[in-house]
């Protein structure tokens, strides 16, 4: 997983640094809005094949069959839905912005969803079925493939080139999950058939849409922030030069979500609650000194990390960075307190009285923020949107959880660990492994 995470984070950041420096910077503004209706777009985009995380131990293989085929019926409504949003979205950017290269954008980046919700399915059955190696084979393959592809950019240097990219990426990783499939797989799946939708609906109810519902919220509280900008008509440029600094920082969550996915794996396989406390408390250190370290880094080699991505406005970006870099890193540094919340008690509750209430804040503090103070006010929205955020997981912990603060710098099982790797490390290299 990790190495995974660390192929995509470099090919990302070779892809923008590419895009940034050959296209206008109006453009990357106008394609940083018109994807920034992504957001909509999640908030109807049910993604269920994750209930086959839950049911795939007790499933038979004609069940596995029954499930996929109700993943790709429901699609097909989905594919549906998501047209219509694009058409509706569409004639919304003809009356407000007049702008062809937005309602291209738009409709381009609606068919690489498609192929990403035709995708899904099958990346979480290679997930289940201990594939993962599957999944890694693909991400290099689509990896390479994406950063050779975006050197195009040097002969067509347009926002649309990018888009059009994306989507010949989505059909040729939709492919690549297929060829897998069908040559390592036997299930039989019925790509539309009503018949099976009921079992989607009556799981949709107890599980699938709690994490929905997760996940359009975090989408709103991390992505809302362009869409809210757009509204207000800020310059394509200035969201150009916004959506540099806000790539540059989302891509600082990567080993933060890696932490954040073992957290959920360990508190999951621990009964004991001390136990829970102990491992929580480990990985909550590891996520703070991450956090600062990568905070300290852009604060002294940030503009330096701008110019290899952008030629011009050094400053403005940095800036921008600043605050946005510093909130995420904030809630980076609690998103292992979000994983045991959510194992040890409900998702229902955590996303009602956390999530819920920091969305309604975040999208308040960014239309606020915005027309009173224009950029400045979302910028600082960012920040206040991660510190209700980080108090409102707080004192649900104290509230709702058993879990027990730790104000030791280092505690006594932290200890035995450290020791226990040192003496591993020690062992290795006094008996090296001899290779016949």
Known sequence: MLLQQVVNFTSIFLITALIVRNISRSEYGEMALALSYGVIFNMLNVAVSSILLRDYPKLTGEQVSKYMSSFYTLNVYKSGVVI?????????????YDNALLIEILAINTAMIICQNYTEPLQVLFSVTFKQYFITQIVFA??????LATLGILVWPSALFVVIKNLIIAIFTLFLYNYFFYKNYNYKIEYFNNKYLGLLINNLKSFSMWSHLQG?????????????????????QTLGNYNIALQLSNMTKIIPQIIQYHTTLSVSNITDEEKKNEVVHIFLKVNFIFSVFIMLGYIFLGKSLISIIAKTHYEEIFEYGLYILGSLCLL???????????????????????????????VAAYFVGGIYWSLQGVLVANVLISIVFSLLIV??????????????????????????????????????????
């Open 84 to 96: 219509l949003m694009t058409i509706l979205i569409g004639v919304y950017f003809k009356y407000k």
């Open 142 to 147: 689509t990896s390479i493939v994406n950063v």
């Open 216 to 236: 359009v919220f975090s989408d709103i509280i991390y992505r809302a922030d362009i869409l809210i900008l757009g509204w207000l008509n800020t310059p394509f």
């Open 332 to 362: 980076n540094s609690f998103r292992s307190l979000i994983a045991y919340s959510i194992v040890s008690h409900s998702i229902k509750q955590v996303v009602l009285t956390v999530n819920l209430p920091a969305t309604i804040f975040a």
């Open 395 to 436: 004192v649900y912990i104290n509230r709702k959880t058993n879990y027990k603060w730790s104000y030791s710098i280092i505690t006594h099982y932290e200890m035995t660990l450290l020791h226990k790797f040192v003496a591993k490390i020690i062992s290795k290299r006094t008996n090296p492994t001899i290779k016949p």
